[in-house]
């Protein structure tokens, strides 16, 4: 690999590559990928998913770039761990899924599940609308308080490992959960949302 590229910014090795240089993306790739790695392998805890995980990231960043959809900051990184992360909570979504499958496999009736029989599609879909929108309103809030939310709701970690990855304490962590709260509050307020 050209030495010359290690010395480009992360926006001049974005620049050449889509210039025509496939090397630059691999120099790009490999300044980030020791980052990149440890955080998922952080949060899923298992060295194959976490590489399957990392892979589905560099597709998706690609795919990104190729579309002209990334637009330069100077954050490439955070954008990049941004697009991990997201693919970390749709693992533990489809996890969590799959987990609610295998429980009806084993015996467990789900058709006689009050939770699932009195469910109409209207309710579906007030509860998918609501989820949409909660989900939307998480973006106006601090990045400590979304990322301490999607962990412990979209992720299901306690709040004891959301304080060892976020690397603060577990008063800090239900804090920010309680800010989070009280701050969504003030949000459906605002907008007006009726969340039944």
């Known amino acids: 690999?050209?030495?010359?590229?290690?010395?480009?910014?992360?926006?001049?090795?974005?620049?050449?590559?889509?210039?025509?240089?496939?090397?630059?993306i691999t120099a790009l790739v490999n300044r980030h990928r020791r980052r990149i790695?440890?955080?998922?392998?952080?949060?899923?805890?298992?060295?194959?998913?976490?590489?399957?995980?990392?892979?589905?990231?560099?597709?998706?960043?690609?795919?990104?770039?190729?579309?002209?959809?990334?637009?330069?900051?100077?954050?490439?990184?955070?954008?990049?761990l941004r697009i991990a992360h997201n693919q970390v909570i749709d693992h533990f979504r489809q996890k969590k899924q799959q987990n609610n499958v295998s429980e009806?496999?084993?015996?467990?009736?789900?058709?006689?599940?009050k939770k699932f029989s009195?469910?109409?599609?209207?309710?579906?879909?007030?509860s998918a609308q609501i989820e949409a929108d909660v989900r939307k309103?998480?973006?106006?809030?601090?990045?400590?308080?979304?990322?301490?939310?999607?962990?412990?709701?979209?992720?299901?970690?306690?709040?004891?490992?959301i304080a060892e990855q976020t690397e603060v304490s577990i008063n800090t962590a239900l804090g920010r959960m309680r800010y989070a709260l009280i701050n969504l509050r003030k949000l459906i307020d605002e907008k007006q949302l009726i969340l039944n």
Not at 54 to 75: A, H, M, P, S, W
Not at 118 to 126: P, S
Request: aromatic share 12%; no cysteine; net charge negative.
């Open 118 to 126: 009195d469910t109409t599609v209207e309710e579906k879909m007030v």
């Open 137 to 161: 309103l998480l973006d106006y809030l601090p990045k400590e308080q979304k990322e301490v939310v999607m962990m412990r709701y979209y992720m299901g970690l306690s709040f004891k490992e």
């Open 1 to 24: 690999m050209d030495l010359n590229l290690k010395k480009l910014s992360d926006n001049q090795l974005l620049n050449a590559y889509l210039s025509g240089n496939e090397n630059a």
């Open 104 to 113: 009806g496999e084993a015996g467990y009736d789900l058709l006689n599940n």
């Open 37 to 80: 790695f440890d955080y998922v392998h952080m949060m899923v805890k298992d060295r194959d998913v976490a590489d399957d995980i990392f892979q589905e990231t560099l597709i998706r960043v690609l795919r990104f770039v190729n579309d002209g959809r990334y637009t330069e900051n100077g954050k490439f990184l955070s954008w990049v």
